[in-house]
């Protein structure tokens, strides 16, 4: 008979409780992180992880969304394929381990801190999404499905290694009765607490197992879905594809997420720059952005020089509403939560993967700057200069940095 642990259960029982739990303990053990999956794997887990990579035929150029990335493995992995990856995780203490072993190997790989359950990503900007242990622990796996599916390119390919809830009740209950007993073991002596660990086997006891998750993959519209056993059936990595454009249907859409268009400003730009029109036109097909201001820099020819050309960008973000049921003092009540849409790093990250716009060549927690430089002669001359654009682009809401 499987084990259950009652506290640790009811904290999983609900979405809000299972995103504040997962966020809790992946906070805890992401400097032990690495070692676990390795005890736990029997050093398996970066074999399978090369077998997933493999499995994507990655070619260059290859627009790659990793999610849950942890420390970074697959990501590196793609990147070292040819990939221009995006990593994201929940915890930004695992971001940081991420960075740092991106900086011992350097690679084409951005790195933020995001949800998989509200990405931060512009719609269609993927070619690929891969995850490690990254679905057993959304909080709503339906939920995490459609925003995959929805950052993915038609066509695009989703695979996913992750545990599997053997369908035998024997095997199962002596695989969770294993892992219970070895997690506590490994959760006392790394952290004095056996708890830590112990929901692995737990949230595996609720996952639909490798069946399951191929039939809801289907039920969220991917196709050409399967999915192949490792480790003996112990684990599962999934595959499956984004429709083509060519076998959608049209129809209504099932929700409007946002009402209003989108009110740009170039009242206070003077129209010059190449870059800046560009990265002007690619703004506009964000639909996650409210408003959009451009204009010349103050610092531009004045004090550089005629050849440098400056620009600006505010942007201001749509929100979104979430609601849920919970309880208070043993009540049960509407939970609502108004959040914005994306961030300015998510923005990053979107713009990262449009191919004539590129990562930023430097970015913090309020503001993205891009810096292009060409070679101009100008008609019946010989000798030309050098042309600087410089772009930043600023959350509305934050103050410019001068």
Known sequence: MESVDPPLRAALATPDGKSRYTRRVFATIADRYDLITVLLSYGQDRRWKRRLVAMARIGPGTR???????????????????????????????????????????????????????LPLADRAFDLVTTGYGLRNVPDLAGSLDEIRRVLKPGGRLLALDFNRPGNAVLRSIYLGYLTMVGSALGFALHGDPDTYRYIPETIRMYPGAAGVARLMRERGFVEVEYMLVAGGLMAIHSGRTRHLSSVVPGPRTEARYAAP???????????????????????????????????????????????????????????ERRWPGRRFGFPIARR??????????????????????????????????LRTEHVVPPYQTRGYKLV????????????RR
Do not use: H
């Open 64 to 118: 790659a969304l990793d999610l849950a990335c942890g420390t970074g493995d697959i990501a590196c992995e793609a990147a070292a394929a040819g990939a221009r990856v995006v990593g994201l995780d929940l915890v930004a203490r695992m971001v940081e381990l991420a960075k740092q072993r991106l900086g011992r190997t350097p690679r084409d790989v951005m790195l933020l801190v995001g949800d998989m359950m509200r």
């Open 262 to 320: 989108m009110e740009i400003d170039t009242s206070l730009w003077s129209g010059e720059g190449d870059f800046t029109r560009v990265l002007l036109e690619t703004l506009k097909g964000f639909d996650r952005i409210a408003f959009l201001r451009v204009e010349d820099a103050p610092a531009s020819r004045a004090e550089a020089g005629y050849n440098l050309i400056a620009s600006e960008f505010y942007v201001g973000f749509t929100t979104e």
């Open 337 to 370: 939560e108004v959040t914005g849409s994306t961030t300015l790093a998510g923005l990053g990250a979107a713009l990262s993967a449009v191919e004539a716009i590129g990562p930023p060549d430097y970015s913090d927690e309020g503001m993205l700057q891009y």
């Open 389 to 400: 654009e410089l772009v930043r682009i600023y959350e509305i809401g934050r103050e410019p």
